[in-house]
């Protein structure tokens, strides 16, 4: 491994959290790392494992103690490094890379939290509530515990036969009881794909509880908006769902899917996005799925106003679906997982990504599915209406939107 000389700041930047200008900070990170970082936001990631081999490998580091300085006392700062310095009896260090099966990324709102830039609060997710990130503190006051929720929710992802998984899924809760949940299917297996899909899908599954699901779906589609210099930045369909006091409302672009349960009969809320569907409604009277199945008229790098659709339900039990389910599950069978499962949403998730199947050719997508059931101030797992009321999307080519 190569060694190179780096400034006590720079290091100290690293194992210390001493501010320094981002020329440096990032110069020792990627010769620790091996990475070329595009930005600050990557080089977060890798902090950790630099830090802990920094402090393994220079263990006189690990007696230095930071006192407090404010971030902009420049002087206090550099007295500080040279009595550090002087302690040492170094004013620089060699460094060697971090080895490449420690040198592993950290999740993004771990890193965030364990910066102190996050707060927390309680959300629903599986298996109850529990701690998870909340918005930046720095942009909200700290935010008292989270009353009862009127939903629980599970979700589970599954990796296909292709590559890494470019699906992801969140749900997210505010204070008031409002949640807000995304599904993001990447569109195929870039090199930012499976990278920048859980990003995605964090955005707008925050985004849609504040907002509503279009902005949701419109906050996650400004994140891949340019296709980079590179022109591989990452691209994807995605569909969000918010359930407030209003009831619940669901966005979508592509052919990710939104379903209905009442009680007795799945209903498919949404309509697909691609040219197939387009072919089906309005071209002429062929067999065009296997042809024009994958052909996606809409993503979130499309994303506009005007092309986001969006419907309001009112079934007590939603599900959201990448097409890694919904096209290797046939509806029946997926209705009977649901019949099975229904009052227990993880439980429901887990069974519909273990169910998809692979193809003829052996290939499985990757499958996604978030489970939404309202259980409390006025929602009920009673059936709103009566058997056979509900259409799916198919039987209704344009669903109820605006």
């Not at 620790?32 to 902090?47: C, K, Q, V």
């Amino acid at each position: 491994m190569t060694t190179r000389t780096f400034d006590l700041a720079a290091v100290l930047s690293i194992t210390h959290s001493l501010p320094i200008e981002a020329g440096p900070h990032i110069a020792i990170l990627q010769h620790l790392t091996g990475i070329e970082f595009d930005g600050p936001m990557g080089a977060l990631l890798y902090r950790r494992p630099c830090r802990d081999w920094l402090l393994e490998t220079h263990p006189g580091l690990r007696s230095v103690v930071r006192p407090d300085m404010a971030e902009e006392d420049y002087a206090a700062q550099d007295r500080w490094v040279k009595e550090v310095a002087a302690t040492l009896g170094t004013s620089t260090l060699d460094v060697t890379p971090v080895p490449a099966d420690r040198c592993q990324p950290d999740d993004l709102l771990d890193v965030l939290q364990d910066a102190g830039a996050l707060e927390k609060t309680h959300t629903v997710n599986p298996g109850g509530p529990v701690e998870v990130p909340a918005p930046l503190a720095a942009a909200l006051a700290p935010l008292p515990a989270a009353p009862p929720s009127r939903v629980t929710t599970g979700y589970a992802t599954r990796e296909g036969t292709a590559q890494d998984n470019a699906d992801a899924a969140r749900v997210y809760q505010l204070t008031d009881g409002t949640v807000g949940a995304a599904v993001i299917d990447g569109i195929g297996h870039g090199p930012h794909t499976s990278r920048t899909a859980p990003l995605l899908a964090e955005v707008a599954a925050r985004c849609t509880a504040h907002r509503g699901a279009l902005p949701g779906i419109l906050s996650a589609a400004l994140l891949v908006a340019d296709r980079g210099p590179d022109g591989d930045e990452a691209d994807a369909v995605a569909v969000a769902a918010i359930v407030d006091t209003a009831g619940v409302r669901i966005a979508w672009v592509g052919d990710c899917r939104a379903y209905g349960w009442d009680g007795r009969s799945l209903t498919l809320r949404t309509s697909d996005q691609t040219m197939a569907r387009w072919v089906e409604q309005y071209g002429p009277p062929v067999d065009v799925t296997e042809t024009y199945g994958d052909w996606v008229r809409v993503s979130l790098h499309s994303a506009t106003v005007a092309t986001v659709r969006e419907v309001d339900v009112d079934d007590p039990l939603i599900i959201l679906t990448s097409d890694g389910v919904h096209d290797q599950i046939p509806h029946d069978a997926m209705a009977a997982l649901v019949r099975e499962h229904a009052a227990d949403p993880q439980a429901l998730a887990d069974a519909l990504v273990a169910a998809a199947q692979a193809n003829e050719t052996g290939y499985r997508d990757d499958a996604t599915a978030v489970v939404l059931r309202m259980v409390e101030d006025g929602y009920s797992q009673e059936p709103p209406f009566p058997p056979g009321h509900g259409q799916t999307a198919d039987d209704d080519p344009e669903p109820s939107t605006w």
